[in-house]
C-alpha cells in the first residue's frame, strides 16, 4: 500500500511533464493535421541546450527556459517554413509523418556530433533534496518540475483562449476552411503554431534533463509514450492530453512501483490498444476525417 | 517479361562471377532490403496505410528462429532456410489481430499504433529474458557453410524470396484484391459504398506484408548468426523500407527494388566513407528530406509521367502537323491510367 501511494504520487508530478510535452504533440496535430514525431528530439535536444546552459554559464535550468524557449520556437517555424509547407496538399499527412521522422533523425545526428553518446545528466546542486511528508518521500526536483509545467500550461490555456492569436488557432483546429473565410492567415498561424509546440518542448526539456539522465537516443522512448498520450486524450485535443498524460503516467508509475520498472514501459502500450478497442477516438477526441 | 528475364538471370548469375567477399555481403543486404521494401510496399503503397512498425515484425522473424535453434548443431546448415514459411506464418498471424486493431484508423493514427508496436516488441526483447537473452543478445548456430562460398546460400535464399515477392506483387496489381487496395488508398469510404470488403483485404495485405518480412529477420538474424534487441527491432529499419519504396515509387513493381538498390548501396559506402555513425544520421536525414521535398512521387511514377508528357507532346505534334485545326487526341485519356497507381 505504501509502495503504491508513494507510485502516485510520483506518477502524478511527472505527469505534469508528459502534459507539457504532449500538449504542444497534440496541439501541432489540431492546428496542421501533422503527427509530430520530432517531438521527442526537440525535447531531448532543450535538455541538451539546458545541460550545456547550466555546464558552461551556470544557468540553472529553470531559469534557462525563456532562452530555450525562444531557441526551440525559431527552430520549429524554421522546420515548417523550409521542410512542411512545401508538401503538396493531398498526400501531406502521409509525407509529414516521413519528414518529421527525418528532422528526428537529424536532431539525433546532430547531437551526438556535439556532445556524444554517453549519458549525460543536469546536476544541479538541489537534484537530489527532497521533503518527507508523513513517511512519504517528494523528491524537490519533481514538485517544482511539477509546477513549472502547471505555469506553462496555464500560460498556454492563456495563449490559446485569451489572445488573438489563440482564437485564430482554434478557429483553425475547429474548421481550417471557415477559419480561411474569415480571414485567418492559415499558413501563419501553422508556422506560429508549430513553433509554439516546439517551444513546449523548451520548458519539458529542460525538467527532464533534471529528472532522468539522456542520450541522443532518449527520443525514441519519449516519442512512443507520447503518441500513446496523445492518442489517449484524443488527437488535437489539449485538455484531453494533459488528463491523459497525468493518467499514463500514473499508471505507469504504479507498474514500476508495485511490479517492476522494465515493465512500466508496457503500460503506455497497454493503454493505448485499450483504447483503440474500445474508444479510437481517444477521451476527449472528435472525430476528424481522415483520422480514425 | 523481357525485363523480369533479364533480371533473373543477371540474379542468379552473378555469385558466379568470382566476386568479392564484400560485394557478396552487399549484395544479400540490397536483396534483403529489396524484399521487405516490396513487402511494406503492398500494404504501405497500394492501400495507403503507411506502417511505421514493419520493424517489430522483422525481429519478431529474427526471434522465432533463433528460439526454434535455440543450443542446436547443425547439420547440412539449410534446415533453417526450409523453416522460413513457417516462420512467415507466425509473423502473419502475430500480424493479423495486429491489423484487425490497428486498422479500425487512418493514416495518421495507424502510423502512430504501428510504430508504438514496433516499441513493445523492443521491450519485450529487452525484458523477457529466458527467451531472448536481454541486452545481452542471443546467439543462433553458425552455418557450416565454407567461409570461400559463405554468402551464396544467403544470396540465393534471398533471391529466391525477392522473386517471390515480387511475382505477388505483379499478381496483386493484375487482380481484383489489387484493384480494391488502390481503391481503399483512393477513398475507403466510397470503396466501402461500392461493395469492396475492406477490412478483409487490408488486413490480408497487412498480414502477408509482415509474414515476408519476418522471414527476412530470420535470414538476417541466420546471417549475423548473433542478435541484440535494438538491433534486432531498429526503428531505421522501418524507416529504411519506407524511404525506399518512396524513393522507387509506392505502389508500383520496382520502385521498392529500385529504391533498395541506391540506398542500401548508398548506405554502405557513406559508412565507409564517413565512418561515425553521428555524421552518417545527417547524412542520411538530408537524403530523406531532399527525396520527399523534390521527389514526393518516388522516381519511376516522375520519369513514367515525363515519358508520357513526351510521348504525348509528340503525338500532338503529329496530329497538328495531318490537321491543322488542332490536337486530335483528347488530352485525358491518360488519367485512366495512374489510376491504377502506376501501372508497370
Redesign the interface.
Known sequence: MHALIQGVILGILTGGVYALMASGQTLI?GIM?V?N?AQGAMVIMAAYLAYQLFTTFGVDPFLAIPITTILMFGLGVGVELL?LR???RE?K???S???T???A??I???L??TWG?TYRSINAGYANSSWTVGSYQITLVRLWAFVLSLVALGLLFWLLNRTRFGRAVRATVQNPESARLLGVDAQWVSALGFGLGAATAAAAGSVYGLLYPFTPGSH??L??RL??I??LGG?GSVGGAVIAGVIVSTSSAIVAATVSP??S??T??VV??LV??IR?RGLFGSVTR??? | MLRGGVFVAVLVTLPMLGLQHWFLNLLVFVLMYATMSSSWNLVGGFAGYPSLGHAGFFGIGAYTLALVFKDQVLATGYEPFLLLPLVGLVGALIGWPIALISMRTRADVFAIVTITFLFVVQTLAFNLHSLTGGSQGTALPIPPFSADHFEVPFYYVMVAMLLFTMGLTFATMRSKLGLSLVSIRADEDKARGVGVRVIGVKVLAFSVSVGITSMVGAVWAYYESFIYPQFAVDPLITIAMVLMTFLGGRGTLWGPVLGAVILESGQQYLTYELGGVQLYLIVYALIFLVIILLLPRGILPTIEDRLRLRRRRRRTDEAAAVWPEGPAIPSNTDSLSTLGGGAP
Open positions: 496535430f493535421k503527427v514525431l521542410f512545401p508538401l503538396r498526400d499527412s502521409e509525407l509523418l516521413l519528414v521522422f527525418a528532422v533523425l537529424l539525433e545526428g546532430a551526438s556530433l553518446t525514441y522512448d516519442i512512443s503518441l500513446s496523445v492518442v488527437l522494465a515493465w514501459e508496457m503506455f502500450f493505448l490498444i483503440l478497442l479510437p481522415g483520422a480514425i
